[in-house]
């Protein structure tokens, strides 16, 4: 079969590579000039590669680790205890181990006590899914927690990441995050391990794409797709010109490239992204049940503000803000994750936000959202000034978080879309897991599979 996986994301290589090794030639249409979509790099100088938004992985992100081993890389995820804090009236409160919920005094005593309890009980019990499924987070944590512990900890963590769908997100997506990342034995009860590769996430990609390529594929970024079409001898796919990433993230905006013909195609763009590919005839041969399921998931976009700062600005790696006067929703300081001497003594820092579309804050640009967040890292930080900054880099993601509402798990568009050879794979499917790399190798490797058995 001669396959074209659209995007060249975690997903999209991922399965590219997966049917390249059952013999099947892959092209792999990438819109951005570079590999890793959400995971993509930058050159942050001097030769050090940076992801455009922050990323680490979890002892538990097995599916990653073992793709690692595959492509005989294993030596190239190192694992670093991690640092966490809850910025919260007026100062920032340490949340790594286990006893510093005990000594977190925003909370009442019995608040605290109640809210361990609650945790333990469902890391320790609650194995399946089905229960919390029909049940906001909100209504569980203030049953299971009591109010204070939504007010002052869980309500700011989910206004930050779904804005005013916070008291929506079903309790699903916090079972996934509490349940499924942590290793409670070991070494990792009392602190957690989080997972960086050496040299950043970019080598993955390119071992992945040598894979592809050596398999008689080929890895086309700067080449998105513009429109699919359905014919009797297969699908038709338009790409658009080179350069059509300026233009944003609507293909049917970008000038039209080359036609090429496929039997089979992966799509692991988002949603919208999706529908707009299609041509009248193909989207009416998937039909209107699937395209009503693409169209009812909402998504928030990232906004990430990456400084190269001359000091360090906090002792942890991940500050949660749960103070809802400061706006923007996590500090996330890398190198006090792996060290500034792996890059030349330089230090980084994540200042990252989730927000609904249109929000005004997506129209800054980088200075101007500086300037706006400076009060608020001078709360975290007092003495921090604006020439600490050496460099700054500001990206934008518009697909990067699904909001997980109640009974989504029904809701989710399957990957078979209906038309033999069509597959959709993107983040709105994975459930009940917080999105990550980890589960886009999954869904890469589920993707082929689906493609494959689908005939
Ligand atoms: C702020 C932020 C922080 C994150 N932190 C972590 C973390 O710490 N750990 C972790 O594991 N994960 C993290 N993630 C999530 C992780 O990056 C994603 O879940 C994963 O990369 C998704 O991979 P994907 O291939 O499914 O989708 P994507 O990466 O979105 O890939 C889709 C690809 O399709 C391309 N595309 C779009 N339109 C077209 C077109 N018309 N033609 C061709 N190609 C097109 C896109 O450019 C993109 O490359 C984070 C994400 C964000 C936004």
Redesign the pocket.
């Known amino acids: 079969m001669r396959v074209a996986v659209?995007?060249?994301?975690?997903?999209?290589?991922?399965c590219a590579h997966r049917l390249t090794s059952r013999g099947h030639a892959c092209d792999v249409?990438?819109?951005?000039p570079?590999?890793?979509?959400?995971?993509?790099t930058l050159d942050v100088g001097s030769g050090h590669l940076l992801?455009?938004?922050?990323?680490?992985?979890?002892t538990s992100?097995r599916h990653?680790a073992e793709l690692y081993e595959e492509l005989g890389m294993p030596d190239e995820l190192e694992w670093r205890p991690s640092s966490v804090a809850f910025f919260l009236e007026g100062r920032s409160w340490p949340f790594t181990s286990p006893l510093h919920l005990l000594r977190f005094r925003p909370l009442s005593l019995r608040s605290r006590l109640r809210m361990g309890l609650a945790v333990l009980r469902l890391q320790r019990g609650a194995r399946e899914v089905e229960p919390f499924e029909q049940r906001t987070a909100r209504d569980w944590i203030v049953a299971a927690m009591g109010a204070e512990a939504y007010a002052k900890v869980w309500g700011p963590l989910l206004r930050g990441k779904f804005g005013d769908r916070a008291d929506d997100i079903s309790m699903a997506w916090l079972w996934g995050k509490l349940t499924m990342r942590r290793r409670l034995q070991g070494k990792e009860a009392s602190q957690e391990l989080l997972g960086y590769p050496r040299r950043s996430w970019e080598p993955l990609f390119a071992a992945l794409r040598s894979s592809i390529e050596a398999g008689g594929g080929r890895v086309l970024i700067d080449?998105?797709?513009?429109r699919l079409s359905h014919r009797a001898e297969g699908f038709e796919l338009l790409?658009?010109a080179p350069g059509?990433?300026r233009g944003g993230?609507d293909?049917r905006g970008?000038d039209a490239g080359g036609t090429e013909r496929y039997d089979a195609v992966v799509?692991?763009?988002?949603n919208d992204?999706f529908r707009?590919?299609l041509d009248d005839e193909l989207a009416g041969a998937i039909g209107g049940e699937y395209l009503a399921r693409l169209a009812g998931i909402e998504y928030h976009t990232?906004l990430?503000l990456l400084l190269e700062l001359d000091r360090g600005f906090t002792p942890f790696y991940w500050t949660n803000i749960a103070d809802p006067e400061l706006p923007f929703v996590g500090v996330i300081e890398h190198t006090n994750l792996v060290g500034p001497e792996r890059y030349g003594g330089r230090r980084f820092l994540?200042v990252?936000n989730?927000l609904a579309a249109g929000d005004e804050l997506l129209s800054l640009g980088a200075d101007e959202l500086l300037a706006r967040y400076e009060p608020g890292l001078r709360r975290i930080n007092p003495a921090f000034e604006r020439a600490w900054v050496r460099e700054r880099w500001l990206?934008r993601?518009p697909?990067?978080?699904p909001i997980v509402t109640v009974g989504y798990g029904e809701r989710i568009p399957p990957l078979r879309t209906g038309v033999p050879g069509l597959v959709l794979?993107?983040?709105t499917q994975?459930y009940p897991e917080d999105?990550?790399?980890?589960?886009?190798v999954r869904?890469?490797g589920d993707a082929a599979a689906a493609l494959l058995s689908a005939g």
Request: charged share 15%; proline share 4%; with cysteine.
């Open positions: 659209i995007g060249a994301g975690v997903a999209g290589l991922t249409y990438e819109r951005w570079g590999l890793g979509g959400q995971a993509a992801e455009r938004y922050y990323h680490h992985l979890f992100d990653i080449r998105p797709v513009k790409a658009g059509s990433f993230h293909p970008f799509a692991t763009v988002p992204v707009a590919l990232a990430c994540y990252a989730y990206h993601e697909a990067a978080q794979a993107n983040t994975i999105r990550g790399t980890n589960y886009a869904l890469g």
